[in-house]
């Protein structure tokens, strides 16, 4: 997730790039930059950091450009450094290109190029996007885009300044959002409608695959075989605040809505031609991974929650055994570690102490380090061996949702690769996970259609004070999750806990009044898990069950239900949570409270 904004007019184009970057920084933060078209060259400026880094960077230039565009990123491909910033350019240094996306298939493009003699300056797979361009100058630029566009595969929003074009900015998009701006003698194009809204509350919205040709004088959309298009266009009500969070009314609801295409994003390219896994950047021998004989899982919180469902992954997948570890406990009791062992930490922001002081622990001791982690670069990455990113995009809530639910796919996609590496799993196998995660960002798409449904039957609870969440095998996670969230947000007690352990002390707590949600989606223990919601519902418990959509066995036990689509077991912990947010989310607003920020937490913990 990257921010994207261009402007075309008569306005002196550098602050009003610099204010809509600004709008955009919840789109990504770790370094930012700006192509300006001075006279008949291009000004690029970009710098490592936040916006203001920028600003700084750009504070007594003197160039009075009208034609411009601008880019916050947010690392996929290459550290987040000030090279591998956007905008980026072609060797004649002509052409200026600010991308967000994920080009799939960018080394084999770029392997073309180098061949043909192209010199690349930045790790980023954008970068191909310049120097292809920079092939058909004989083209209108339009045209040549058009043709970047029939290559390029993956995911891109693009824009695109040449310096023989300075009144034109050519922008495309497939997969990952672009929408123009439509002013009075001016125009503008960007990833989202804050950057624009100061200026113009009429926007148009480009579908996948269109370019778009922005001119002072008026906006022309195209298909990718030149036919014009006309687009819809549509008056903006939203405030500016509004606008930022897209219309929703907190940003944890809009990155709860925002998990299929974060879920899509980390699967993105990860799948090859036979149906199996490819994880390309993980850089780790098959020698290696076959060598090892134990995992360890370490991570805090919700990251912790990712990584009990990657011990049922793991373990069943590859049949290595695997302890999972809080972090903090981790380093504290002498675990037996050595060259045999790999270790995985899973931390979203890739900074959290606890987790790093753990790694760094087991690493000492000749482990192999795997991270999973949200953030390019951050110290987990820079520490570890090898590691999967999960490709969320910055979140901004407290909470975490859409890195959790990314974390579960990421743990998945490694548990299959590992099995593969190792030939514990039988190729078909691998291929029909393969195409059951695949619907996931589908059927994530459908979980959220209930939103409105949670909303209703949550608010009967809003003052209940002491709720249950109960789960067995893979859906234990899910459960310990589920109580995770609604303590944060709605700081109500709720224990998670494995089903079946319930009558060995706390079925004690169960009576009237109490609250007890159930976790019983597609699972071998499905029955005993039903049994066990039985007994809750026979102390008088409220029951509220998460199941498979036409289960109507388990619908008898609960006087509330909540379906979610059918997936292979091991993989249902990925829709089967989206509820559970969506509940505490909607008692936390029942209640009043600030579900962004709430009370005592941040959002990455750098303390012991
Ligand atoms: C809960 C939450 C925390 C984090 C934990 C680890 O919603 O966000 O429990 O999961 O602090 O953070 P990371 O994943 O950044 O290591």
């Not at 630029?141 to 300044?161: D, F, I, K, Q, W």
């Not at 690493?363 to 520490?383: F, K, M, P, W, Y």
């Not at 619907?439 to 409105?452: G, H, I, N, R, Y």
């Not at 067995?472 to 899910?478: E, G, K, L, T, W």
Request: aromatic share 6%; charged share 25%; proline share 4%.
């Amino acid at each position: 997730m990257c921010g994207i904004v261009g402007y075309v007019g008569p306005r002196p184009v550098q602050s009003l790039l610099i204010s809509g970057l600004r709008r955009l920084e919840y789109r990504g933060y770790d370094s930012a930059g700006v192509a300006i078209v001075e006279g008949s060259g291009i000004d690029v400026i970009r710098k490592a950091g936040r916006i203001a880094e920028l600003e700084a960077e750009l504070a007594g230039r003197s160039g009075q450009g009208t034609t411009g565009i601008g880019h916050t990123r947010w690392a996929t491909h290459g550290a987040p450094n000030t090279i591998n910033a956007h905008p980026h350019r072609d060797c004649s240094q002509n052409v200026a290109v600010a991308h967000n996306g994920i080009i799939e298939n960018w080394s084999n493009l770029k392997a073309e190029l180098i061949e043909s003699g192209h010199v690349f300056q930045s790790d980023t797979d954008t970068e191909v996007v310049a120097h292809l361009i920079e092939d058909m100058a004989d083209l209108p630029l339009e045209e040549s885009v058009r043709a970047v566009m029939r290559r390029a595969e993956g995911a891109l929003a693009l824009a695109v300044v040449r310096s023989d074009e300075p009144d034109l900015i050519v922008g495309a998009r497939r997969g990952s959002p672009l929408v123009v701006g439509l002013g009075d003698g001016e125009n503008f194009l960007a990833s989202d409608i804050p950057a624009f809204l100061e200026y113009t509350r009429r926007m148009a919205v480009l579908d996948d695959d269109r370019i778009v040709a922005v001119r002072p004088e008026g906006v022309t959309v195209t298909d990718l075989d030149g036919a014009v298009v006309e687009p819809a266009t549509r008056e903006i009500e939203w405030d500016l605040e509004s606008a930022e969070k897209g219309g929703f009314p907190d940003f944890m609801l809009k990155e709860i809505f925002e998990q299929p295409g974060a879920i899509r994003d980390t699967l993105r390219g990860r799948f090859d031609s036979d149906g199996l896994v490819r994880l390309r950047e993980l850089d780790l021998d098959l020698e290696t991974a076959r060598s090892f004989n134990k995992v360890f899982v370490i991570a805090c919180g919700t990251s912790y929650h990712a990584a009990m469902m990657a011990k049922y992954a793991i373990e069943r997948w590859t049949r290595l055994p695997v302890e999972i570890d809080i972090a903090s406990e981790f380093r504290y009791r002498d675990p037996v570690l050595d060259d045999k062992t790999l270790v995985i930490g899973i931390s979203q922001s890739g900074e959290t102490l606890d987790t790093l002081a753990a790694v760094r622990y087991a690493h000492a001791q000749g482990t192999t380090l795997i991270a999973v982690t949200n953030v390019v670069d951050s110290a987990l990455s820079r520490e570890s061996d090898a590691v999967l990113y999960t490709r969320a995009g910055p979140e901004i809530g407290v909470a975490a949702t859409k890195t959790f639910t990314t974390q579960l796919v990421a743990m998945q996609l490694l548990a299959l690769w590992l099995a593969h590496a190792r030939g514990s799993l039988d190729d078909a196998v691998i291929q029909n996970a393969v195409t059951a995660m695949s619907l996931l960002p589908d059927q994530v798409e459908q979980a959220l259609t209930q939103s409105d449904q949670i909303r209703e039957m949550s608010e009967q609870w809003a003052d209940r004070r002491d709720f249950f969440f109960l789960g067995r095998s893979a859906a234990f996670p899910v459960a310990m999750e589920g109580a995770l969230k609604l303590k944060e947000i709605a700081y109500v007690r709720a224990e998670g806990y494995p089903a079946g352990e319930m009558k060995h002390g706390p079925i004690a707590l169960i009576e009237e009044g109490v609250v007890v949600v159930g976790v019983a989606t597609n699972s071998h223990v499905k029955g005993k898990m039903l049994s066990n919601m039985e007994e809750m519902r026979a102390r008088a418990a409220t029951i509220v069950l998460v199941l498979t959509e036409g289960d109507a066995e388990g619908e008898a036990v609960a006087d509330e239900v909540i379906f979610v689509p059918w997936a292979p077991e091991l993989l249902s912990p990925v829709t089967a949570v989206v509820p559970l947010q969506l509940l505490a989310y909607w008692l936390a607003k029942k209640r009043g409270l600030d579900v962004d920020k709430p009370r005592n937490l941040a959002k990455t913990v750098t303390v012991e």
